[in-house]
């Protein structure tokens, strides 16, 4: 038989993310291509008690269907830590427990746009996010990402020259793949710009909680107080575990009502079990002393790659300094071909992630590329950076 | 701020299947709304066994990020069991693991239809493919379903009046809502018109396992050989646990390649724990022997159900005799009105889900409704049972 396929699945390629995590299958491979936490984040102990305690003591509750917006409980917990840690606190909001915060985005995209719309987002992006807006026939339209966030006045630009744009995605904090996090002038100047144009915010923060230098800047969910303009997503990922797939979405709740009937078709709900079990953890343990410690191990991670990158890279070729999150960002000078030294690198063994993967045309041409930082073994790190200061000091 | 929502989503509405299940919330209520398995059908002892020896033994593998297509010994053990248990082994096919069988509808339906197309169905069929449907801007068209299964000829029509058409959606074995097993003729016959108009057919059979009378009919995808005109989907919902969220489908590869695009950006992956439990409760226990005990559950109470309701509804209110699954189908002669029936049944303290609930068009009236038997204790299938009888002795 012959497959017709729709139209906003055909288009889409399986992504170079996928090629370069097949050459990972090799154990010579040094990558620093992943996103994935270190395993050490995993409070492994206390996640065995705890799920032989809920099998114990609420089997039928962890086993059974339960609701599509989420545990009663942990939603309370999350409502409970975005006020206290956060400053957020919108009185018309509610809260949907997502399969990890990749669902948030594409919910999101999904309730608010047709095919044929657009989203605006910072160039580069999370290529989850480009691929979700792509999945739902939505077309992501990019703006540079500088070092302070993205310029209000190209947003406003933007948003002009897109009236069919109907979200504006943006990670603000710990940037994937840039490892920028914007400034306070610059979020409060993005988020009059949006409101000007009548667009939500979608504020995606998934390592929000991972700072390990410099100060916490306000969630542009915080700035924009009870106006109901930001839709904030996070997640557990990245705390607790990646694949237990537990993330949330806290809106103004007509979007949470609208997010919760597309959730119910996708999955009915997130399964039961971990999200009793975030719960649990919450309550029982010290959620802050166990993201002290990941905090610490990705400060150390972090300082080593770095001080690695500035002893081995060429020096005209620079790179971003992160205060969190997992990513760092080097941009080649033109002497290079972004896409030829990702390969050569390769070649000799380190993985990283070419700068075009990030790009809202998916024919761009990038000089940037990605390095993670929570993955590798500090002596991979070490290596690893030898080998990319090596071929930057080549041409 | 004011929110506009996507087309699809904005016309959807909460399903009166929530409404009813709100009530429920008065445990004086005797319900026959569910749709979930007994609690009784969970391996509870062996899930928290299994439970703490991935814990101890592969922690890692378990809370960490994995792949789209699900954990590959669990897709193992689903082509094995496809081919030992139901005949299904075809050549080109590949199996992805989905969030339920709702994922897997989900899914389908996004890969193969744009906005606009048609997917066909029986009528009545599963609120959560209809939703499924809609919430991706495909529109549902019923061919009425008969003890047989749809008419052929019917659907042959439909075909050709819905040259848009995508997909054919069907539960030929214990139908939800219907509880109807259509024919082996009728499944030939059906994938006959299926093949002369290219259109490929989705067969969900989550309760394929769940037989409790008669004999094995094949599946639509056993008939269908190395033809490649079948998705199918099944899931671990009804034999393990429903909260875990751990579903299949099998399919011709490049159906899988692009369901696997489309999940990636939906969930990346479904939790891989649990994935990981499914294959060593599969591997280190007996599955077939916990399968046993579950159809003999719901042989004895839908047993139980159908003696209540031959003798307490009027004569006139025929019901179907399900040889397994979990629902029974009742339609009132035209002196009743069913959504007043349902109402009034609810008021005397029984939940069932109305009929319209059910049908492609929601705006449709339905003289029939659903009861499901896994789920109430016998003395309560007795007691509502009676009640119900008496209402449709009342008129």
């Known amino acids: 038989m012959n497959y017709n396929f729709s ?3 055909a288009g889409m390629k399986p992504s170079a993310i996928r090629e370069i995590f097949k050459s990972l299958a090799d154990p010579s491979i040094i990558s620093f291509a992943a996103g994935n936490p270190s395993p050490l984040s995993f409070p492994t102990e206390a996640i065995e008690k705890i799920a032989g305690e809920i099998l114990a003591e609420q089997a ?8 599509t917006e989420g ?6 917990d999350v409502k409970a830590r975005l006020r206290d840690k956060f400053g957020i606190d919108a009185a018309g909001d509610e809260t949907i427990i997502t399969a990890g915060g990749q669902q948030g985005i594409e919910l999101a995209c999904k309730v608010l746009c047709n095919e044929g719309d657009a989203v605006i987002c910072e160039e580069p ?3 989850g996010a480009l691929n979700a807006f792509r999945s739902n026939g939505a077309k ?7 070092d302070s966030g993205i310029d209000p006045e190209a947003l406003d630009r933007a948003l002009r020259e897109h009236p069919e744009a109907k979200m504006i995605y943006l990670i603000p904090t710990f940037h994937n793949p840039a490892g920028i996090t914007s400034t306070l002038e610059n979020r409060k100047a993005v988020l009059k710009v949006a409101r ?3 667009v939500p915010i979608f504020e995606d923060n998934p390592y929000g909680e991972l700072r390990f230098s410099g100060e916490d800047v306000d969630t542009i969910k915080k700035l924009d107080g009870d106006e109901g303009g930001v839709i904030y997503c996070s997640t557990f990922s990245k705390i607790l575990s990646a694949g237990m797939r537990v993330g949330y979405v806290t809106a103004p709740a007509p979007i949470i009502s609208k997010m919760v009937i597309a959730k119910q078709v996708e999955d009915v709900h997130t399964n039961i079990f971990f999200q009793i079990l975030c719960h649990r953890f919450i309550d029982e343990y010290d959620l802050d002393a166990h993201i002290a410690g990941i905090r610490k191990l990705y400060r150390d991670k972090c300082g080593l790659m770095l001080r690695s990158l500035e002893e081995n890279l ?3 070729v620079p790179f971003t300094r992160p205060d969190g999150g997992l990513f760092i960002w080097c941009t080649l000078p033109d002497r290079f071909d972004g896409a030829e030294f990702v390969r050569d690198a390769l070649k000799r063994g380190v993985a990283v992630v070419p700068g075009a993967t990030f790009c809202c045309d998916e024919g761009a041409k990038s000089n940037s590329f990605r390095l993670n930082y929570s993955t590798p073994s500090d002596e991979d790190i070490v290596k690893g950076v030898k080998i990319l200061g090596e071929l930057t000091r080549e041409k």
């Open 7 to 9: 139209d906003k699945i």
């Open 60 to 67: 039928v509750a962890a086993l059974q269907y339960s609701v």
């Open 71 to 76: 545990y009663g409980p942990l939603r309370e």
């Open 125 to 127: 992006t999370f290529i």
């Open 140 to 146: 992501p339209i990019g703006v540079p990402l500088r």
């Open 196 to 198: 000007a144009h009548g």
């Open 314 to 316: 060429a020096p005209d």
